[in-house]
């Protein structure tokens, strides 16, 4: 089983991103994975995000959203993590609350499995109000990380 301590790291988070719109987040962080050899080629992994947007919404609530592309242009699986400095109004989310805090999930599309358990185990940590204040309010790349591996 993959363990989320194999796939989240600092480089892989950002605390201040330039982006003001769900399109301008989704391109931010695929150039951040892209830059961090993640991935070998934006668009495709840009494409595979945006189908997986079509099948419904990501934002969870509470300023979250997980988008996740599930594809051939991965290397390795990765969790990556963005925050905006204002709130991203179109992103669609359940509380229809603006998102600021993004966690992408970068998974090769052989890993299925893989990416239904760390996907189950984010959800469950995001049940956490504690984690969830951590994700809006950490200083450092490394509070978020350290946040999302606990229990690991």
Known sequence: M????EVL?????CLNLNATTKDEVIS???EMLYRNQVIEDQKTFIKEIYDRESEGITGIGDG??????????????????????TGIRD????????IDCIIMFAIRDVDMS?????????AELLLDKDVIEVLHNAQTSSEIVNVLRKDQ
């Open 2 to 5: 993959l363990n989320i301590k």
């Open 9 to 13: 790291f600092d480089e892989n988070v």
């Open 28 to 30: 931010e962080m695929t």
């Open 64 to 85: 979250i959203a997980i988008p996740h592309g599930r594809s051939k242009t991965v290397k390795k699986n990765v969790i990556a993590v963005g925050r905006t400095k």
């Open 91 to 98: 992103w669609e989310s359940f509380d229809d609350k603006p």
């Open 114 to 122: 893989q990416h239904i358990m760390l996907l189950s185990h984010v």
